[in-house]
């Protein structure tokens, strides 16, 4: 049995440890996720999914879509200790489950193509983006 079929899924913001899912982003170095502003983000997101190996908070996702033509993932992640054991292939597919959209766009470092690609995701060279890396943190 993987792993990912004895984690308990959660698909709201009810309860969670804001606190442990700012560790858990520092623990896979995906950065900027800090703060309020993490809370904030996925409290303001369509779909959410969270993953926990009893209490502990092992994997997360968000994603935001109008519900009929469009949606966008972010945020995947999956504790270091647990990656390449089927986890973030569980987490792609619960948030898949609840976008029946037609076209599902994500950002990824390049690093983690292959796991996308595997899933089904390809390069478009008609997606565009506009950074500004002066709002990745909150002002204090």
Partial sequence: MMIADSLR???DCAGVAWQALE????AAALGGRKGGKIKRAFENSSVVCFGYDGTRLIAAA???TDHEYHATIYDVVVHPDLQRRGVGRRVLR???ARLPVWRIL???DGEVGGFYE???FHSHGDMMALV???KLYDST
Avoid: N
Avoid at 23 to 26: G, M
């Fill in 9 to 11: 899924w959660q698909f």
């Fill in 23 to 26: 560790d858990l982003f520092s």
């Fill in 62 to 64: 968000r994603a935001l």
């Fill in 94 to 96: 619960e948030i898949l």
């Fill in 106 to 108: 994500l950002v990824a």
């Fill in 118 to 120: 595997d899933a089904g």
């Fill in 132 to 134: 500004d890396g002066t």
